[in-house]
C-alpha cells in the first residue's frame, strides 16, 4: 500500500496505536550528489522506511536574497536562506525521475516535496501524494494548485496555531483531497522540552476525520521521542535522515541514520507486540486462571437433603468449578436435593430448580 492509498482507505489509522508509516526525508542531505542519493534510498529501503522523501525547489523561487536563517548557526553556519538552498538546488526533473526509478527497483516509495508550481508539475508523474512543507501552511494559492491534482495531502503543521490549520484544512477540503496532518516543531533542532507531543492528542480532537501524524526535527539518541508519537495515535512518522550523523550542516546534525531506523523499528515491534490488542476481552492463555483464581460458591457448613439454602449457608472459594457467586440470588431459597458437606462446592444438580 503507497502513501496515497493509506491517507484515502485507511480509516482505521485514525484511531488505532499501530505501527506508524515511516517517511525517511532525506530533503537535500544527498547535498547534490546521485551518488550519495541512491545510498541514502538504499539505507532507508534497507531499515525497513515505507517511503523516502526529497525537497525539490529553486533558490531565486524560493526565498529573497536577503531572507534571514532560523536554525541553529552554530550548526549550520549559513546565515542567508537563500544561499543556503543555492548550496543544494541542483537537483530537477531528469534526477528525480532517475531517483524514482532507483526507489522502485530498491522496493520503497518515492516522494520529494514541491516548493513551487514548476516542481510540482513534473512531480506529479512521480508520486502517489504531495507533501506540503510547514512553510507553506498560509500558502493559499500554493496549497489550492496543489489540491487540483486531487491526490492525497500530507500537511506539516510546524509554528502554526489551529485557525491556521483549520484554515489549511478548510481549502484542501474545498477539493475533496484526502489529508493526513503532521504535528512540526519548526525549531532546528528541536529540544525534547520543545517536542510537544500532547499537541498530536489536539490534532486528533480537532480533526478528527483526518489521519495525524508527526515530522520530528529532535535529535535522534534513542528514537524514544518517536516511541512516545507512536503511542500518542502518530500514524505517519516523517524523521530526517542521513548516511551520516556526524556531517556539519544542512540536516544532517538532526537526522537519524540507517541504524537509528533499525533501533526504531526493533523497539516499535516489540513495544507494539506487548500493546496487543485493543479490545479487552479474555485471551486463550487466561483460561486456566478464569477456572483456578475465580471463585465458586461453596457450603459453609454441612447442609442435609431438603433444607432451603440461606445466606450464612454459603462461602465461596477457588476454583471457579461450581456456580459462580454473581448467581448467589438465584441460589439462596432453593432448596436441596441431596446431603452437602461443608466445603463441597455447589452446583445446580444438588437443587430443586
Known amino acids: 500500500m503507497n502513501l496515497g492509498e493509506f491517507i484515502k482507505n485507511n480509516h482505521d489509522a485514525r484511531t488505532k496505536i499501530c505501527k506508524p508509516v515511516i517517511i525517511a526525508e532525506a530533503g537535500v542531505n544527498h547535498e547534490g550528489s546521485m551518488d550519495i542519493a541512491k545510498r541514502l534510498i538504499d539505507d532507508a529501503a534497507e531499515a525497513q522506511a515505507d517511503a523516502i522523501k526529497f525537497q525539490t525547489y529553486k533558490a531565486e523561487t524560493l526565498a529573497s536574497k536577503d531572507s534571514p536563517s532560523y536554525w541553529d548557526t552554530s550548526k549550520e553556519p549559513t546565515s542567508s536562506q537563500y544561499e543556503l538552498f543555492k548550496k543544494h538546488d541542483k537537483f530537477w526533473k531528469k ?8 526507489c522502485d527497483d530498491a522496493g520503497i ?39 487540483t491534482y486531487q491526490k492525497p495531502i500530507i500537511l506539516s503543521t510546524g509554528a502554526s496555531n489551529l485557525t491556521e490549520i483549520e484554515n489549511a484544512v478548510h481549502w484542501i477540503k474545498k477539493s475533496s483531497n484526502p489529508l493526513a496532518l503532521l504535528h512540526c516543531i519548526l525549531n532546528y533542532p528541536t529540544p525534547n522540552h520543545n517536542a510537544n507531543l500532547n499537541m498530536i492528542s489536539d490534532l486528533k480532537n480537532s480533526f478528527p476525520s483526518h489521519i495525524i501524524g508527526y515530522s520530528d526535527h529532535t535529535l535522534p539518541n534513542d528514537m524514544q521521542v518517536l516511541i512516545s508519537a507512536t503511542l500518542l495515535g502518530a500514524r505517519i512518522i516523517e524523521k530526517h535522515f542521513t548516511h551520516d550523523k556526524a556531517l556539519t550542516g544542512n540536516d544532517h546534525y538532526h537526522a537519524m541514520d540507517k541504524n537509528d531506523l533499525i533501533n526504531f523499528n526493533l523497539k516499535i515491534d516489540s513495544l507494539l507486540t506487548t500493546l496487543g490488542e485493543s479490545r479487552k476481552r479474555s485471551i486463550p492463555d487466561e483460561q486456566p486462571a478464569r477456572i483456578n483464581a475465580r471463585r465458586s460458591l461453596v457450603a459453609k457448613k454441612d447442609i442435609a437433603v431438603g433444607s432451603v439454602i440461606e445466606f450464612n449457608d454459603l462461602t465461596w472459594k477457588r476454583p471457579a468449578l461450581g456456580i459462580p457467586p454473581y448467581e448467589i440470588d438465584r441460589l439462596i431459597g432453593l432448596r436441596t436435593k441431596i446431603n452437602i458437606r461443608e466445603d463441597d462446592v455447589l452446583k445446580w444438580e444438588m437443587f430443586d430448580i
Open 95 to 102: 534526477e528525480f525521475e532517475e531517483l524514482k526509478k532507483y
Open 109 to 147: 516509495e518515492f516522494c520529494s516535496t514541491p516548493f513551487d508550481v514548476e516542481s510540482a508539475e513534473f512531480l506529479n508523474d512521480l508520486m502517489s501524494v504531495f507533501k506540503i512543507s510547514s512553510s507553506d501552511i498560509t500558502n493559499k494559492p500554493f496549497i489550492e494548485k496543489l489540491c
